[in-house]
């Protein structure tokens, strides 16, 4: 498919002439349109334009990278640039939710997963950014958790889960969000170890000085201290900061309250969403994690950077038939090296794999929601329901605004709609 290595087919070596390789390109371009392809490419795009398209598009043309399309203007091609990393001011990012989805466009991403250490908070902020602009948000969360290694040494390590939810959010978001506000309370107290060690180690450190640096309702993490280190002038830079105290069992590290990483895989199914393992390039032991994780239940694992695919890890994907996906892992830190918003191209292929496996939990977690409220229609189950829209009514007509703004129209089956009818009734009786 798109992303297959077409170098060296012909077996000619280095030295062929210039038009001999113009000549090559252009067939190899030619080649690369199947109809696989198209069909694929349909569908990720009537996908990422749907429900809310603002903008005039023509039918897709698939090109070289299967990815281009025309939109309004016939002259301009344009992308479907899908983002499945990035982080705000909710966690450790440096731009908030907003801010970030304003780059994201800028940048030409359509569909931006924000995925924010272990929150959820900014994900309405971006929602409703992103209607101003046209863009697809898909609400994320990356999670920290403790993988342990089933061996002898009974070592453990730090692994983060990436989870993509609905339009409407988690099924059972109570479950999801006491396993978030455990690992942010853990999190206060990792801080408060760091900065006791750190003292022992006669460099203290004013709490309340991290907790501002983490802004408003930010559980401190660890780059939160290394950046008042920075402040304090202990360190010349956060990568000095980690590099001799705050690494993974350096001088200043402390544990959090991480849960274990196979049961959060287990949560985020029975929670409606996709478990993607984040960068798994950065694990001690990742041929171990990612055999546990695939019997776990995991859907994906990340293997696109912005310099290309890690075959290590698409060969582990090929073996344990599992999903490879990537994105830039954005934090807004404006350092020469960050890879920007969109800059991770995924091949269409990909992203159609993602999208065929993702939508059916999603649509099947949005009939949970809808069942749990026509169950037990409380105000709270309401508010559990559109907490991520800015929904102004609170009528019959508050459905179909909901239908419309989680599902695409072949989605809406008759038993959502069925559903989503009841729904109306117990809101109309209510008000
Ligand atoms: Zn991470
Ligand atoms: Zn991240």
Known sequence: MAD?????????????STTTKKKKKKNRGRKRVTIEQIIALNEVYDWAFSPKQTISVSAPVPTDDGFSMTIGDKEKEKKVVFEFHSHSTCSDGYLSPSALV???HRKGVKVLALTDHDTMAGVSEALEAAQRVGMRIIPGVEI????QHGDKSGSEEPVHILAYYSGCGPSQSDRL?????????????????????LNNLKMPLEWENVVKIAGDGVAPGRVHVARAMVNAGYVENLKEAFDRYLHDDGPAYAKGSEPPTEETVKLIQQTGGVAV?????SLNNHTAIISALKTAGIHAVEVYKNDGKMDVFSNMCDKYELIKLGGSDY????????????????PVSTVFKFLSV?????SNSIKDTLTNFTNEPTNAN???MTKFGKFKSRDKSLMDSCLCYWLSKDEITDEIKELSLKCSKILVNKN
């Open 4 to 16: 297959s290595n077409h170098n060296n087919q012909d077996g000619t070596g280095q030295r062929r």
């Open 277 to 281: 393992l984040a960068h798994p390039w």
């Open 144 to 147: 920290s958790t403790m993988f």
């Open 358 to 362: 993702a939508r059916p939990i999603w």
């Open 102 to 104: 304003d780059r994201a």
């Open 331 to 346: 934090h807004g830190k404006n350092t020469n090296g960050e890879a920007d918003l969109g800059s991770v191209t995924l």
């Open 177 to 197: 969000e006491k396993c978030l506000s455990d690992i942010r309370d853990g999190r206060y107290h990792r801080a408060k170890s760091m900065l006791k060690k």
């Open 382 to 384: 309401l508010e559990k």
